[in-house]
């Protein structure tokens, strides 16, 4: 589903600890590991951090430079933290953040204020019953060092990715839907006034969607999330491009302020200037998607895109324009739509430069009557068949496009 990262074993990446990591990743049971606390501790030039979890957990890290990062996989755990922890320099950590990545593994980000590497992973027993402290050493080294630590990182996730799936995708010469449903986890997006949230709505109308263009059999369908799961916008993006998308949507369902009235289905393509407030305001609302998550900027500023990639995306968005035009003629007949159906602002998740992407806002929560339409299984099955027709017109038309300029000189 998401681009396959396989991770440096910080059990092969430390010497010495191997055996009592070994024994460290014994106990995993199938029920859910709790952090219930984080302490940073700073020594010369040294950073322990140190996680007390209910049971002993295997981890994987992995060093990232520009911006210098020590990624920390885990098995899928709920931090029961206080909200603004990880916020503020300690030692070597310029900030941390945690959450759900996937489903069944979580990942804590260690934004580092200096170069350094991992020195040490080990297990350590704590005071509270039956829980371990996992501590992870870490000790400033220079910047050439860290260089080469984090390369060698990087190799072993190339190496790894020449897994199955990696072969299946290559083999498989379908076009690549990936379907985004919004929010999740922590981000519960707009709720509506049954309680019911919008990451809960968008998901289950996300699934119903890859099932139906799954069953036509002409495409691989790829979900950023296919569970209630916090995924940055960057994340979603690089999801995209990972998985050689030729179409990405997502799919929201927001609320606005303006009240009951303003209602019907929308969609959006990606745009500096946005067609109107309203858009413009919608898209700084789920830009603030990774805040609201209580991580600052999850992936560090956007990717700056240098002129080829600029062009490229300009390139993309007339296909997405195209796309977006299709979908809303198709809905027309079947789903009530907004009185301005089209419209165009700077939602950071359709910034995917290469990869074709809408925006799709299936209605208000803010609205009774969209909320009823969208809870019922009738709408969803007329909206769904409108998508996937469109779907289906918009790739049958792109295909003779490629097919014809594949012989043209
Ligand atoms: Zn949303």
């Given at each position: 589903m998401r681009h396959v990262c396989f991770w440096l074993l910080a059990a092969l990446a430390v010497a010495g600890s191997a055996e009592a990591w070994a024994a460290a990743g014994a106990g995993q049971g199938n029920k859910t590991v709790v952090a219930a606390d984080v302490a940073v501790e700073v020594e010369g030039s040294q950073t322990r951090f140190k996680v007390t979890l209910s049971e002993k957990v295997t981890v994987q890290t992995r060093l990232m430079e520009r911006p210098d990062r020590l990624i920390v996989d885990l098995p899928e755990v709920a931090f029961h933290l206080p909200?603004?922890?990880?916020?503020k320099r300690e030692g070597l950590i310029a900030s941390y953040r945690y959450g759900l990545f996937a489903p069944g593994r979580s990942r804590v980000v260690m934004d580092l204020a200096q170069p350094a590497v991992v020195s040490a992973i080990r297990t350590e027993p704590s005071a509270l019953s039956g829980a371990a402290i996992l501590v992870i050493e870490l000790t400033r080294v220079d910047r050439e060092e860290f260089r080469k630590a984090a390369a060698e990182s990087a190799a072993e996730t190339g190496k790894a990715a020449s897994g199955r799936a990696v072969a299946e995708a290559a083999t498989d010469k379908r076009p690549v839907i990936v379907l985004d449903p919004g929010h999740g986890g922590v981000d519960p997006g707009a709720n509506a006034?049954?309680?019911?949230?919008e990451k809960e709505i968008v998901l289950s109308f996300a699934q119903l969607l890859k099932k139906r263009l799954e069953a036509q059999g002409q495409y691989r369908v790829v979900m950023t999330r296919d569970q209630d799961a916090f995924i940055s916008l960057g994340d979603r993006v690089r999801a995209a491009r990972a998985a050689h998308a030729d179409l990405f949507i997502s799919i929201h369902a927001d609320s606005i302020?303006?009240?009951?009235?303003?209602r019907g289905l929308t969609v959006y393509t990606g745009s500096e200037r946005a067609s109107d407030a309203d858009s413009a305001q919608l898209a700084d609302r789920e830009n603030k998607a990774d805040a609201v998550a209580g991580i600052d900027s999850a992936d560090g500023p956007d990717e700056v895109m240098d002129i080829l990639q600029d062009l490229t995306l300009r390139e993309t968005r007339s296909f997405s324009h195209r796309f977006a035009t299709r979908l809303v003629g198709e809905l027309d007949s079947v789903a009530r739509l907004n009185k301005n159906p089209r419209r165009e602002a700077g939602f950071r998740v359709l910034r995917a430069y290469d990869v074709p992407s809408v925006l799709v806002e299936l209605g208000y929560l803010s609205s009774k009557q969209d909320l009823d339409l969208l809870m019922s299984d009738e709408w969803r099955g007329k909206a769904i068949t409108a998508m996937s027709v469109a779907i289906d017109r918009f790739f049958a038309t792109r295909l003779v496009r490629q097919g014809a300029a594949a012989v043209l000189p």
């Open positions: 909200a603004n922890i990880g916020r006034l049954t309680g019911a949230f302020s303006g009240g009951q009235e303003v």
